[in-house]
């Protein structure tokens, strides 16, 4: 698929992509709406069946993902040189050509915060596990093994008794 690599194709596709901001911006009332997304992928799809003639719906669907991941990747790494607080001689310069393309992505890519699934406090103790609580205990004593003189041969007393004087 190199003509798809074609720079002059690319910022086209771009562009294109970029005017049709029910497939990007979340916030759009269209970006839920499937039959408007649907229409706006298939008005890409004929673009790049300029280029591409047995190109398809989830071909045009696996090239816009691997744009913003790229992308993704990218942003990634300027900001986490911003955050690094490195002098101003040492910028760091995107590697990727059509970063600059891209840039109306980059309030989209913000990470969400993550929801726990457990409860906001577990018992620290397998005593203040109780029985009243929903779900199996992850907390359980372990019976460790007790050891006479007797069930142990006299090299290994003589062993256990070095170490703990040790």
């Given at each position: 698929m190199k003509q798809f690599k074609d720079p002059d194709f690319m910022d086209h596709f771009i562009d294109k992509y970029r005017d049709m901001h029910n497939l990007w911006e979340v916030k759009n009332p269209l970006y839920r709406n499937k039959p408007a997304r649907k229409a706006s992928l298939e008005e890409l799809l004929q673009f790049v069946k300029t280029q591409i003639p047995n190109a398809?719906?989830?071909?045009?669907?696996?090239?816009?993902?691997?744009?913003?991941?790229?992308?993704?990747?990218?942003?990634?790494?300027?900001?986490?040189?911003?955050?690094?607080?490195?002098?101003?001689?040492?910028?760091?310069?995107?590697s990727l050509w059509y970063y600059n393309r891209m840039r109306f992505l980059e309030d989209q890519m913000e990470v969400r915060e993550s929801l726990s699934t457990l409860p906001?406090?577990?018992?620290?103790?397998?005593a203040e596990a109780s029985e009243d609580q929903p779900g199996p205990s992850i907390l359980k004593e372990v019976e460790e093994p007790s050891w006479s003189q007797e069930d142990l041969s006299q090299d290994e007393a003589l062993e256990c008794v070095s170490q703990e004087e040790a």
């Amino acid at each position: 698929m190199k003509q798809f690599k074609d720079p002059d194709f690319m910022d086209h596709f771009i562009d294109k992509y970029r005017d049709m901001h029910n497939l990007w911006e979340v916030k759009n009332p269209l970006y839920r709406n499937k039959p408007a997304r649907k229409a706006s992928l298939e008005e890409l799809l004929q673009f790049v069946k300029t280029q591409i003639p047995n190109a398809d719906i989830e071909f045009v669907e696996r090239k816009i993902g691997s744009l913003r991941s790229r992308y993704r990747k990218e942003l990634n790494k300027v900001q986490a040189f911003m955050r690094s607080g490195a002098a101003a001689e040492d910028v760091y310069v995107p590697s990727l050509w059509y970063y600059n393309r891209m840039r109306f992505l980059e309030d989209q890519m913000e990470v969400r915060e993550s929801l726990s699934t457990l409860p906001s406090s577990l018992p620290s103790t397998p005593a203040e596990a109780s029985e009243d609580q929903p779900g199996p205990s992850i907390l359980k004593e372990v019976e460790e093994p007790s050891w006479s003189q007797e069930d142990l041969s006299q090299d290994e007393a003589l062993e256990c008794v070095s170490q703990e004087e040790a």
